[in-house]
């Protein structure tokens, strides 16, 4: 696979699947522009998938997308970091991301704010239900976005 949207494809359809990983991570570091992103995308998904938020390739590449010059990217990115805490029980730290600007502003008409969106919503009814709010959990799973 010489190719890198083929590689990042490949390991973003089979995030279980770290062979393709190796190959990936010196890509990712010398990729410019949405090629970067693309790889950097892949290489966060390929670790979140397996709960593997804090492994250093994964916040390297969850750094290298809050440097991008897309908001929706940035949201992702942000939406991902509070995956990350939430994961490692810092609930203030994943509110706080959910809240920065990147997220809040995200345009859902741009896949990756799609994508950003839903996620954020999962993560929404995780803090309120670690809150004790059960009806805040409950309005966050069922809404109507979630459904994409």
Not at 50 to 57: H, K, L
Not at 116 to 140: F, H, K, P
């Amino acid at each position: 696979l010489g190719d890198w949207a083929a590689l990042a494809a490949q390991v973003t359809q089979r995030p279980d699947d770290a062979r393709h990983l190796p190959a990936l991570w010196p890509r990712l570091r010398a990729a410019t522009g949405e090629a970067r992103e693309t790889l950097a995308r892949a290489v966060v998904m390929h670790h979140a998938g397996r709960g593997e938020y804090n492994d250093p390739r994964a916040r390297d590449a969850l750094f290298t997308l809050l440097e991008s010059g897309s908001d929706a990217v940035r949201g992702w990115a942000r939406v991902k970091l509070a995956e990350s805490s939430l994961e490692a029980g810092r609930m203030d730290a994943a509110r706080s991301q959910l809240q920065h600007p990147d997220v809040t502003g995200m345009d859902a008409r741009d896949p990756w704010a799609a994508a950003a969106e839903v996620d954020a919503l999962l993560v929404q009814a995780a803090l309120a239900r670690w809150q004790g709010d059960l009806g805040g959990a409950t309005r966050a799973a069922q809404d109507p976005r979630l459904a994409r």
